[in-house]
């Protein structure tokens, strides 16, 4: 971090996962099962987003990635 685009991010069990931009606006969203326990996500534009995770449990992580 920062990136060209591409961001892996070793992740283990069941999330769920949002990338949004500075701006609040929803870029990406899904669910990661975990089968690899590595979540790839690109992005096209160049900025500042957030990424963030919630598993199960309730539990959840806010990453800021940046994009060149």
């Given at each position: 971090?920062?990136?060209l685009g591409e961001f892996n991010?070793?992740?283990?069990?069941?999330w769920?996962?949002?990338?949004?931009d500075l701006m609040g606006?929803?870029?990406?969203s899904g669910n990661h099962l975990g089968q690899n326990?590595?979540?790839?996500?690109?992005?096209?534009?160049?900025?500042?987003y957030l990424?963030?995770?919630t598993n199960s449990?309730?539990?959840?992580?806010?990453?800021k990635l940046i994009r060149k």
């Open positions: 971090n920062p990136s991010i070793s992740l283990y069990g069941e769920n996962y949002q990338l949004i606006r929803e870029i990406l326990g590595v979540l790839t996500i690109n992005v096209n534009e160049a900025g500042v990424l963030r995770l449990a309730g539990k959840s992580l806010t990453q």
